[in-house]
């Protein structure tokens, strides 16, 4: 029978089995500095194509996501200058005259974008104006603030005095598409 100081001998003369014998006895001990415990190039190429991965799936979703936060932002606003343009209309008769020109705080034309005396615009993203006014009807347009700008695509929205809600969803320009008379997406 073989007592373990034998087997300890046996085992020192083999490298393989030295490793194992090393992890057996819970010991750490690197052969070499060389040796050092990292991670393998495969392994962080491995993780690195896990989070190009994710990332492949997750930013489209964001982008939609903040999109759709941005055109909900610019349909409020468009909403709360329809309120202004009904105070205006008030307060004067008719929606023409509404947008401030010259910056004066008193409305001096009928078309534009919109000033601080109708409303105040939230969104960064969109640029709302006035496309149309005069007594009896006006058309309130959100378009995109820039053509770099993430919602760029999207499509213009309007809102006009009658509470017709519209769309350009293929941003074609014009309302006249299927499914471009709602602002439902």
């Keep these: 029978m073989l007592d373990v100081r034998t087997a300890m001998q046996y085992l020192n003369q083999r490298p393989l089995a030295r490793s194992a014998a090393r992890l ?3 010991k750490r001990e690197c052969a070499s500095p060389r040796k050092a415990v990292a991670f393998s190039l495969i392994e962080v190429m491995v993780a690195l194509a896990i989070v190009a991965i994710l990332l492949a799936l997750a930013v489209p979703v964001y982008q939609g996501y903040s999109v759709r936060a941005y055109r909900t932002q610019a349909q409020a606003d468009l909403l709360r200058c329809a309120q202004g343009m009904e105070r205006h209309a008030a307060l ?10 010259n910056g004066d705080g008193v409305g001096d034309r009928s078309t534009g974008p919109v000033s601080g005396n109708l409303c105040r ?3 960064s993203h969109y640029r709302i ?3 149309t006014a005069d007594a009896a009807r006006f058309v309130l ?3 995109a603030a820039s053509g770099s700008s993430p919602v760029g695509s999207d499509g213009a929205l309007e809102l006009d005095s ?3 809600r519209r769309w350009d969803r293929n941003g074609d320009g014009d309302f006249g598409d299927e499914g471009e ?3 439902d997406p």
């Design 181 to 183: 008379r709602s602002w």
């Design 24 to 26: 057996s006895t819970g």
């Design 121 to 123: 615009v939230a969104s």
């Design 129 to 131: 104006s006035v496309r």
């Design 162 to 164: 009658t509470g017709e």
């Design 92 to 101: 004067t008769t008719g929606y023409g005259d509404a947008v401030d020109g």
């Design 141 to 143: 347009r959100a378009e």
